[in-house]
T-cell receptor, first 116, second 112 residues
């Protein structure tokens, strides 16, 4: 079955440290890929997206993500984490099925805690 | 710019009572609209989506229903709530074939 996997349920990092959140997908074709962030009790905010082209994409708030087809991964990174980055992060995929479906399939999320 | 509103923000309802959650989008026309439910540790579950007025697709069979009476209005309803309907409900919109979705602030529903 097609799926999106975020292997880490909870990650804790120190403020100023680097961050990498993992996302793997199981779709055969090249999907459209997204990362969203959710602060407690809030809606989701789009951080960045990948459709095609350069496999390293830049997003808001200093985040970037790299698409690696060989590993079916789209990992999110940030070189220096700020306390305000503490939130839950969701990877999402639209399969490039061409069927006209606009649905997103979400991973179960990774909760990020930041130690001052 | 586009904005999306949801209300109420918080709702506590007894089992068996009806439900109506509303979502409206401003600043765009003919958006695709979505209802998601988020339960702790389970990510987001797509409940309904709509590509136009009166066009509703259901993803999960349940006692919830959705309607789109106007272009930028999406309503989630239930005639009789179950305990299992508790959760955080999110509305989202997207435009045409752009795929990225933009989310509202959500409604926290607690069924007691």
């Amino acid at each position: 079955a097609q799926s999106v996997t975020q292997p880490d349920i909870h990650i804790t990092v120190s403020e100023g440290a680097s961050l990498e959140l993992r996302c793997n997908y199981s779709y055969g074709a090249t999907p459209y890929l997204f990362w969203y962030v959710q602060s407690p009790g809030q809606g989701l905010q789009l951080l960045l997206k990948y459709f095609s082209g350069d496999t390293l994409v830049q997003g808001i708030k200093g985040f970037e993500a790299e698409f690696k087809r060989s590993q079916s991964s789209f990992n999110l990174r940030k070189p220096s984490v700020h306390w305000s980055d503490a939130a839950e992060y969701f990877c999402a995929v639209v399969p490039d099925s061409g069927a006209g479906s606009y649905q997103l399939t979400f991973g179960k999320g990774t909760k990020l805690s930041v130690i001052p | 710019s586009q904005t999306i509103h949801q209300w109420p923000a918080t709702l506590v309802q007894p089992v068996g009572s009806p439900l109506s959650l509303e979502c409206t989008v401003e600043g765009t026309s003919n958006p695709n609209l979505y209802w998601y439910r988020q339960a702790a540790g389970r990510g987001l579950q797509l409940l309904f989506y709509s590509v136009g007025i009166g066009q509703i697709s259901s993803e999960v069979p349940q006692n919830l229903s959705a309607s789109r009476p106007q272009d930028r209005q999406f309503i989630l309803s239930s005639k009789k709530l179950l305990l299992s309907d508790s959760g955080f409900y999110l509305c989202a919109w997207s435009k045409g074939r752009t795929y990225e979705q933009y989310f509202g602030p959500g409604t926290r529903l607690t069924v007691t």
